[in-house]
């Protein structure tokens, strides 16, 4: 800035507000914050559909926005339906500096919605709210931008994937996401196909706010022999699969793949996050009608733990994410941060993610009669050429998706949605 042009000086007038205020000529080129020393930097609401331990990207996602805002220097509170509480009544504890409130629920779907609603109203009156964050636009969507509207708090609705892909479908979901996105303040989407969509269905903007991974936990790892020997992998290669498997994840796909692949090559299929309760039926039927195959598939059940997770993964020559429908999945973006090569279909983010050839290679959904061809591809590169995918996989999520990105992108939107509402 030249000498003698106006300054100007930023004041934090609000919460997140910041405002200029012009000096003359003679004044000093400063920008002076003025801080909270009796207050934290605003109160976030967040209406949640499940936290950790729960399993699922949908609750690590949540959790990992919740302390994002924690160390932002923000007070958050969050409400979600829970089994562990009465029916109708709601809890409170404080955890990692966030108090939860989980509101005990019954399975009547309205009384539940009702219950929802009245203690998430209270709660937001009780810890004088500034912003109010649904993540999962059908019920917490709804039921945040509904009392947003009743206690004029700026409201924003993330979509996180199912909410859209299931919601337009389903005659008990679509009312809820219809109004969710029509009645908050800001909507959000984690993958640029989806705030594609759900801005040309609902006529609104939707800003792209994709997911993070923390690459300091998850990371390379040399092979464990250990682990070969416990899981009986010696001799073989081996095709990873990260989270819980079940129809969305492709596993109509990836089974009847794995078994054709099987007979031509040694391999085995390391499932990592187990098998969805709602899918066990087919795998099982998979068990019964594939038992050859069936014998080189290791199971292994859920674990939130990075640092075992990337021990695991270093076990696989290729990770395959053969999706159907997808948001952008925290179990790609682990796997990428783990430096493995990947295969994914396109659906959804992870289209934003895997760059055919670089990162690794992306088959289309259209095409998925081809997997066993494609991870015969993958296989049959030299593993020097998987490897230098796997380390331009880490650099990108390293450089795109860090966890300074997406608290820098909420703590941005959040500021704008309190300014706007002053």
């Not at 908050?184 to 997911?211: D, K, M, W, Y």
């Not at 054709?260 to 068990?287: E, I, K, P, S, T």
């Not at 395959?320 to 796997?335: C, I, R, W």
């Not at 895997?354 to 296989?379: K, Q, S, Y």
Request: neutral net charge; charged residues 25%.
């Amino acid at each position: 800035m030249a000498f003698g042009a106006s300054r100007r000086v930023w004041l934090v007038v609000g919460p997140f507000e910041t405002r200029t205020l012009g000096f003359g000529r003679s004044g000093l080129d400063a920008r002076v914050w003025t801080r909270y020393t009796s207050r934290r930097m605003g109160t976030l609401l967040i209406v949640a559909e499940r936290v950790e331990p729960k399993r699922g990207g949908l609750a690590v996602a949540t959790s990992r926005i919740a302390r994002h805002a924690v160390e932002a220097a923000m007070s958050v509170h969050i409400v979600y339906p829970s089994k562990e509480v009465a029916p109708g009544l709601s809890g409170r504890r404080e955890r990692e500096g966030i108090v939860h409130h989980p509101v005990g629920v019954s399975g009547r779907l309205d009384e539940d919605f009702m219950a929802l609603h009245h203690h998430t109203l209270a709660i937001a009156r009780a810890a004088r709210a500034d912003v109010i964050h649904g993540i999962y636009a059908t019920r917490p969507g709804w039921v945040a931008a509904t009392v947003g509207c009743e206690l004029s708090i700026p409201s924003v609705v993330s979509l996180r994937g199912n909410d859209l892909d299931r919601g337009l479908w389903r005659s008990d979901e679509l009312p809820f996401l219809r109004g969710a996105l029509t009645t908050a303040s800001a909507a959000t989407g984690v993958s640029r196909a989806l705030c594609q969509r759900a801005s040309a269905i609902f006529g609104r903007p939707v800003e792209h706010i994709t997911n993070a991974v923390d690459v300091e936990r998850f990371r390379p790892e040399a092979r464990d022999p250990s682990l070969v020997a416990s899981l009986e992998l010696q001799g073989l290669e081996v095709i990873g699969f990260l989270g819980e498997l079940r129809a969305k994840k492709g596993m109509r796909f990836l089974l009847p793949a794995f078994d054709a692949l099987r007979a031509r090559r040694d391999v085995a299929l390391l499932l990592m996050g187990g098998v969805r309760d709602d899918a066990r039926d087919a795998f099982l039927a998979f068990q019964r009608m594939a038992p050859e195959a069936s014998a080189r598939v290791r199971v292994i059940d859920y674990v939130r733990d990075p640092d075992r997770l990337s021990r695991l993964m270093a076990l696989c020559d290729l990770m395959v994410f053969p999706s159907l429908f997808d948001g952008t999945p925290n179990a790609l973006l682990e796997a990428m941060a783990a430096g493995r090569p990947i295969l994914a279909t396109d659906a959804g983010g992870q289209a934003d993610l895997v760059e055919h050839g670089v990162t690794g290679a992306v088959l289309p959904i259209d095409r998925l009669d081809v997997l066993p061809d494609a991870i015969d591809e993958m296989l049959d590169l030299d593993s020097a050429e998987r490897a230098a995918m796997g380390t331009r996989a880490r650099a990108f999520v390293t450089e795109h998706h860090g966890l300074e990105d997406e608290r820098r992108a909420y703590q941005d939107l959040y500021a704008r949605l309190a300014r706007s509402a002053a």
